[in-house]
Nanobody, 114 residues
């Protein structure tokens, strides 16, 4: 059974930065593409960043140039570096495999507010 554990969220002022981590267990991590998603109150979950097994990345227009996804296969971990955060980035952030998701983790809350 695959388990995903997200961490690193918190409260940050507009313009600030946060680094999220997602540790995966129970799967051959290196064989899977991974993605970060977010869900704001009253909105559908959206995919914001994707990284392939080879390290290629793709971003939603709303975060392009501000967020960076990376992975460390030796640690079974995927990261999301978030810079220049804005109030509209406030959401619960999740990681998962795109298109054929594993069971969802608890997510980590990111709140951007002054």
């Amino acid at each position: 059974q695959v388990q995903l554990v997200e961490s690193g969220g918190g409260l940050v002022q507009p313009g600030g930065s946060l680094s999220l981590s997602c540790a995966a267990s129970g799967t051959i991590f290196s064989a899977n593409p991974m993605a970060w998603y977010r869900q704001a109150p009253g909105k559908q979950r959206e995919r914001v960043a994707t990284i392939t097994t080879g390290g290629s990345t793709n971003y939603a227009d709303s975060v392009k140039g501000r967020f960076t996804i990376s992975r460390d296969n030796a640690k079974n971990t995927v990261y999301l570096q978030m810079n220049s955060l804005q109030p509209e980035d406030t959401a619960v952030y999740y990681c998962n495999r795109p298109f054929i998701p594993f069971d969802w983790g608890q997510g980590t809350q990111v709140t951007v507010s002054s």
